[in-house]
């Protein structure tokens, strides 16, 4: 459950769809949102897929965004320019290594989350002179 958050994140953080999507600037005003919509979720289950690749689960486990980036672009995932993809995969990266689960989504849309975090409190205290 944990990639296609990772996916869904990065698509949200990283994806400009008025430079991404083909085409965005001549659609009428009526249209625009199923197309976004149906752009973002096939660009999404397309990423599922790929990452569910040997070369994707490798890259996955190696936390290495560029290995995934490369992957990535080498079957043809075409949805974005090489720089946004770059920006995915370091988010993907980074949101992976979260220990976050989905809870649910609340009436008003927002998404709940329940996420473990480790602090290391040294890394907060000054050192003390005596």
Known sequence: MIIPLAIAHAIHTDVDISICMIGYDDMDIGTIEGAVEDFIADMQDDLCMILDMPEGIKALSRESAPELCAHILSVGFDY???????????????????????????????????????????????????
Request: glycine share 2%.
């Open 80 to 130: 974005v320019p090489e720089k946004t993809v770059i920006d995915m995969c370091q988010t993907i990266i980074k949101f992976m290594r979260f220990d976050a689960r989905f809870i649910a989504d609340t009436d008003d849309g927002q998404s709940v989350f329940h996420v473990r975090l480790t602090i290391e409190v040294s890394d907060f205290l000054s050192p003390v002179s005596v």
